[in-house]
């Protein structure tokens, strides 16, 4: 079955701290996979994605992504946060045209 | 054409109501897909078109629910005979065969 796993359902960080959020996924086949956030009555923004080629990804705000294929894992990470990164993150898995299937999402607070 | 719009942005209806969301997606996408996010959760599949041909629904989509894509433009859901249980956010997303999905704002239901 498809899943994505994050494990991590809120995380609180200083401003200008670096981040990093996890993300774990089960598929059956190759997987497209993204990260969305969403801000508090919002809809989701495509933050960066892998579908094939350099596993190493850079998205918008400064986030980039690592899809490690032997640890079914696509993390998230910025070098430094800033306040307006407070939001919901998403992680999704995907194939061709399939739906994408969600995780639980992880809840990012900034602090002064 | 900025993006995919949905309306109404809020719904408060009585239980036992129908309800009816529209989602107008990006003009050049043929792909419309609807989504429902509760609280805490992340967004879960509910039905996918391709043009005007619905593809795929979930389990989670009982028999009052019902969406319709005409002429592969727009797309309607409606709920009837609403339940509590049918309060959420409903997330509509359109892409075309190779873009990334593009998400609306979403409509926030509350059934009373």
């Known amino acids: 079955a498809q899943s994505v796993t994050q494990p991590d359902i809120h995380i609180t960080v200083s401003e200008g701290a670096s981040l990093e959020l996890r993300c774990n996924y089960s598929?059956?086949?190759?997987?497209?996979l993204f990260w969305y956030v969403q801000s508090p009555g919002q809809g989701l923004q495509l933050l960066l994605k892998?579908?094939?080629?350099?596993?190493l990804v850079q998205g918008i705000k400064g986030f980039e992504a690592e899809f490690k294929r032997s640890q079914s894992s696509f993390n998230l990470r910025k070098p430094s946060v800033h306040w307006s990164d407070a939001a919901e993150y998403f992680c999704a898995v995907g194939s061709g045209n399939t739906p994408l299937v969600f995780g639980k999402g992880t809840r990012l607070s900034v602090i002064a | 054409d900025t993006g995919v719009s949905q309306n109404p942005r809020h719904k408060i209806t009585k239980r036992g109501q129908n309800v009816t969301f529209r989602c107008d997606p990006i003009s050049e996408h043929n792909r419309l897909y609807w989504y429902r996010q509760t609280l805490g959760q992340g967004p879960e599949f509910l039905t996918y078109f391709q043009n005007e041909a619905q593809l795929e629904k979930s389990r989670l989509l009982s028999d009052r629910f019902s969406a319709e894509r005409p002429k592969g433009s727009f797309s309607t859901l409606e709920i009837q005979r609403t339940e509590q249980g049918d309060s959420a956010m409903y997330l509509c997303?359109?892409?075309?065969?190779?873009?990334?999905?593009?998400f609306g704002p979403g409509t926030r239901l509350t059934v009373l």
């Open positions: 598929y059956g086949a190759t997987p497209y």
């Open positions: 892998y579908f094939s080629g350099d596993t």
């Open positions: 997303a359109s892409r075309a065969d190779t873009s990334s999905s593009v």
